[in-house]
């Protein structure tokens, strides 16, 4: 099959082994216990990742560690290729020096659970992954410098997927300025997480299970932290820097003009910026796990417009960009957007129901007006083995 007809995963995650053995040493959250199945009485093991989620948990298993289930999902949706990520909490909850050494660890183990998985091809493994780096409060340059070098250097891991609180301070913290430089001149890219979504106190008192934090928390905690990036000027000090976004960018696309507004009435901020608040969203990149075409459609405009909002000294390429009508915006946009399925949570009801996490997330690929088989094609998996830079 043509590199560019492949279907490649980007948001997918794993628990790995020696993780959930960590997890399973732990009385609080996050923590893997062991109760009673309500069912069959039989013990099974609940994992506690949120600290206002219901004590009970949720239901972990094989398919959260194992490779041979990430294996046959991955099979029985015709997914070709995953990028492997570590799911949050990662290790926000460590101390600095416990959370280096197993970063170390599990950097060496995911690799592993990679480089030891079958391949498409001579030059192409159906699994790579994305590395951890100890950004915990108290961690030194030196440790995460050490870490990024230590990433770059293992062949199957192509990036670090990244929470949003940084060493304590955000993203936008100037400590983390070295990191910056450092996975620019790696070449990895950056997978934008939340985990801890916003105020729990926004959400009232009414009991309505993980729905909001979810639906609302998770983008909305994305969307600040990303915002803070920009408005610190981290893209214009490293444009090389290559930052992925989970679950379509949050709510920065809808809300990047009303940004952009406030912005250009405030000088303390504006004077901070080399373009127009816009002009970012075209340095990022977005995960197409949007459930819906009319989302991705939006989504890919608001980045395909871009350019338009580059400064006055931007290049040939930038300016000829205002001139693109609607459809050829959208294209545009089209490039910057990578199919995910957030596997292995929101599985199916049903041992015989295929997830809806992927046939909604390929059905709103296909339905996005506008775009045409080439680019439906480079969001299920031609824009990832670019980016990655896989099978090469």
Not at 78 to 98: E, Q
Not at 295 to 323: P, Q, T
């Amino acid at each position: 099959m043509s590199a560019q007809r492949l279907l490649v995963d980007v948001h997918t995650h794993v628990y790995l082994p020696r993780y959930a053995a960590f997890l399973r040493t732990r009385s609080s959250v996050p923590r893997i216990f062991t109760r009673p199945s309500p069912e069959s009485g039989k013990p099974e093991e609940r994992l506690l990742i949120l600290d206002d989620e219901p004590s009970s948990g949720r239901p972990i298993g094989a398919q959260y560690w194992e490779r041979d289930e990430k294996l046959k999902f991955m099979d029985r949706h015709a997914i070709d290729v995953s990028v492997v990520s570590s799911a949050n909490p990662w290790l926000d909850f460590l101390p600095a020096s416990t959370a280096h050494t197993l970063a170390t660890e599990l950097n060496t183990d995911l690799e592993t659970y990679c480089s030891a998985g079958p391949s498409l091809s001579d030059t192409l493994k159906r699994l790579y992954g994305f590395g951890l780096l100890p950004l915990v409060p108290g961690a030194t340059t030196a440790s995460l410098i050490s870490t990024v070098e230590q990433i770059a250097a293992l062949p199957h891991l192509k990036g670090v997927i990244m929470g949003t609180r940084g060493l304590g301070n955000g993203l936008d913290d100037a400590a983390l300025e070295p990191v910056w430089a450092a996975l620019e001149a790696a070449r990895l890219v950056v997978f934008l997480h939340p985990h801890y979504g916003v105020d729990k106190h926004a959400w009232g008192d009414k009991e309505n299970g993980h729905v909001l934090p979810l639906a609302l928390g998770f983008p909305f905690e994305t969307t600040i932290a990303t915002t803070r990036l920009v408005l610190a000027g981290v893209f214009d000090r490293y444009p090389g820097l290559r930052v992925l976004l989970a679950h379509s960018g949050g709510a920065l696309p809808q809300l990047s003009s009303r940004l952009a507004s406030c912005v250009a009435h405030d000088p303390l901020v504006a004077a901070r910026l080399q373009h127009d608040a816009r002009y970012y969203l075209g340095k990022l990149y977005f995960d197409a796990v949007a459930y819906g075409a009319e989302e991705l459609g939006f989504v890919s405009d608001a980045i395909g417009r871009a350019d338009k909002y580059a400064s006055a000294g931007a290049s040939a390429a930038a300016s000829s960009a205002k001139g693109t009508d609607g459809t050829a915006q959208k294209r545009l946009g089209a490039q910057r957007m990578l199919f995910g399925t957030d596997h292995p949570f929101f599985p199916p009801l049903s041992e015989s129901e295929k997830w809806k996490s992927v046939v909604e997330n390929l059905e709103a690929i296909d339905g996005v007006y506008g775009w045409d088989e080439a680019d439906k094609d480079a969001v299920r998996g031609g824009n990832a083995i670019a980016l990655f830079n896989l099978g090469s």
